[in-house]
């Protein structure tokens, strides 16, 4: 091709281009990556507090819900059955860093088709399982599959929506798992009158997103970044054009393909990562993974049948709350799509952190002081009342940490250290949601009503860190952000020296 001059200015330039449909249609099929995640998220409380499932690989558990007299916290409290559960995200982590690598090598497209053929695998083994050992490996195949989707799918979907809008299209990830999570809720409803096997029809169906995903992605192409990164220049434009639906795309084209020489010149994304030019993008990104966490939303979603029938709510009941809050969640993650791009990030996640810093604190103080170790549990008002805190702790989480954890990595990365820095992100996350996973019955058994206030406190961190260490990045080309986040701020600028950054750059 000609010689091009490419700047790397970081200038305010807004590119030429609209949304298409076609952008549309491959960022709802990429989508289907969330869905597989979130049904997972909502289908492993619902089936753990199924009595049939209970009897057939956890009895002890099963028999402990049945005395009358048990201790309110810890009827579930079971290592077992917390690594059903929990094995996913363990798998999901080690998975990621390899995930990394294909995507850089073979694409951002191909890394998705890999994910669902795991996710597939996995549900034949959990749907038809025997025993634990079925059930278990069936569950690290299903986290080979997350780990894959949640390190292609982000990346796919900012590096092909325009930047104005980048935001809400990415958050379409967060939305998939929002309505994942819904849909299992309501699965789980129907399947627990189906006896014996309801538990099965709950595991099996989360085949139907990955079919999705795997059929789908035949459909879509590849993203230009990742077909230019791999040295397939004319693709890249031709697709390029394809998405933005002009002609004339230079622009855009010639910042893509700046920082792609940028890139090849990285032999070693990992080391590169560890230097002090990376600090900020990395450490923001697993921070807010650690948060996203610990705010306490996976603990309320993945055991939501089982907290509220802890708290009093009957079997029925307590999943019938649990569609109550996955309609909230799905609800308030379609606001977040429009208020993402026009109010901006932090603003989004300071105000998440007022109220759910509110709605942890008053739920503890109501278990603190009417849920009894062993007893009654609460009376129907009082479980209402926790019902709708919970909801108003979802709405919180929803419109802020929920998308925005997912968001902000994926955008903050120069392309050289992209799917290496974002493998550290997914991989952070999937830690601490099997941290989360795997201790929430056990801390709700030990800790009681203070395993809210234990996350009320770190809402009160995370609130903090946001106001004092986070940049806004609404609106900024993803290859621009170095020049216009970090080295504009206040105290990560410190860390980015200027021995790295070229005005410009001649791409033969």
């Known amino acids: 091709m000609p010689a091009v001059v490419v700047s790397a200015s970081g200038d305010n330039t807004q590119y030429e281009g609209r949304t298409t449909i076609y952008v549309i249609v491959c960022v709802i099929i990429a989508a289907f990556g969330g869905l597989m995640f979130g049904y997972d998220i909502g289908i492993s409380g619902g089936v753990t507090a199924m009595d049939d499932f209970l009897k057939k690989f956890f009895p002890v558990v099963y028999e402990r819900k049945q005395h009358a007299h048990e201790n309110n916290y810890c009827k579930y409290d079971n290592q077992f059955l917390q690594l059903f559960t929990s094995s996913l995200y363990l798998a999901a982590l080690v998975a990621s860093f390899v995930a990394s690598r294909v995507c850089s090598k073979a694409g951002r ?33 299903l986290g080979c599959g997350v780990g894959f989707a949640n390190q292609a799918v982000p990346l796919f979907l900012s590096e092909l929506a325009p930047a104005k809008i980048r935001g809400a299209l990415n958050i379409s990830f967060q939305l998939f798992i929002t309505i994942g999570i819904f849909i299992a809720n309501m699965v789980n409803y129907v399947a627990s009158n189906i006896h014996p096997n309801g538990w099965r029809i709950s595991l099996a169906i989360a085949g139907i997103p990955a079919l999705m995903l795997c059929l789908g992605s035949l459909l879509i192409c590849e993203t230009p970044t990742s077909l230019i990164e791999r040295n397939k220049i004319e693709e890249g434009k031709k697709v390029l054009r394809k998405i933005r639906g002009v002609e004339n795309v230079d622009d855009e084209f010639d910042s893509i393909a700046y920082a792609c020489e940028m890139a090849r010149q990285v032999k070693d994304p990992f080391r590169k990562l560890m230097k002090p030019a990376s600090r900020p993008p990395i450490v923001i990104a697993i921070l807010l993974q650690v948060f996203q966490q610990f705010t306490g939303i996976n603990a309320i979603m993945f055991y939501a049948p ?23 969640n799905v609800l308030i993650t379609v606001v977040s799509v429009y208020a993402v791009d026009k109010v901006g990030r932090r603003i989004l996640l300071l105000e998440a952190c007022v109220q759910m810093f509110i709605s942890q604190s008053i739920i503890g103080v109501v278990l603190l002081k009417d849920l009894k170790t062993t007893g009654d549990n609460l009376g129907k008002r009082e479980t209402t009342f926790v019902v709708i805190l919970v909801c108003l702790f979802v709405m919180g989480f929803a ?110």
């Open 109 to 141: 497209k191909p890394t998705m088709q890999i994910s669902s053929v795991f996710f597939l695998a996995g549900v034949v083994l959990t749907a038809g399982g025997l025993n634990i050992e079925m059930l278990i490996i069936g569950r690290i195949l």
């Open 306 to 328: 089982v907290l509220f029938q802890t708290v009093g709510s009957g079997s029925d009941a307590a999943l019938l709350s649990a569609v109550i809050t996955g309609i909230v």
């Open 399 to 508: 419109w802020s940490w929920g998308p925005g954890g997912w968001l902000i990595p994926s955008e903050t990365f120069p392309l050289e250290t992209r799917t290496a820095g974002y493998a550290f992100a997914v991989s952070s996350n999937m830690l601490f949601t099997f941290v989360i996973a795997q201790a929430f019955l056990s801390m709700l058994c030990h800790m009681q009503a203070g395993i809210f206030f234990f996350f009320a406190a770190w809402i009160i961190v995370m609130g903090l860190f946001t106001w004092f260490l986070l940049p806004e990045t609404k609106g900024v080309p993803v290859d621009s952000m170095v020049d216009r986040v970090w080295k504009q701020h206040w105290f990560w600028s410190s860390f980015m020296g200027t021995d790295e950054s070229k005005a410009d750059l001649k791409v033969v």
